[in-house]
């Protein structure tokens, strides 16, 4: 099922392993969105071409290096993106979604045609 919502942050990686991050200043939810056939492993080994640092959790899970979503931002030297950013992960943090001193994110994997 692919995700139409416009308020939800996406790290998308299409079917030519092109990573991108959509809507980045939206701080509310959160996923990583990619084609059918990949597997969590695949997902973060392309991820890992990027920054190194992702693990996999389970195979709808990754442990996601949040300083990723920081390069792929293109508002991340930003102060106010900063701050909201900063506020999602406290909020992560209070769910027991992040780890490593919330440089690593836990976040899910969503199948769709991308």
Not at 41 to 68: A, M, Y
Request: with cysteine; glycine share 2%.
């Amino acid at each position: 099922m692919e995700r139409v919502l416009k308020e939800v942050m996406i790290l998308e990686i299409d079917d030519f392993a092109n990573v991108r991050l959509l809507n980045p200043n939206d701080f509310k939810e959160f996923c990583i969105q990619c084609s059918e056939s990949r597997s969590a492993v695949e997902v973060c080994e392309i991820l890992q071409l990027l920054r190194k640092g992702n693990k996999v959790i389970d195979e709808k899970h990754l442990w996601l290096c949040n300083e990723l979503i920081r390069e792929l931002a293109p508002d991340a030297n930003d102060d106010e993106w900063e701050m909201g950013f900063t506020e999602m992960l406290d909020y992560a943090t209070s769910k027991g979604w992040t780890e490593n001193n919330e440089t690593l994110i836990r976040t899910h994997i969503e199948w769709a045609k991308v």
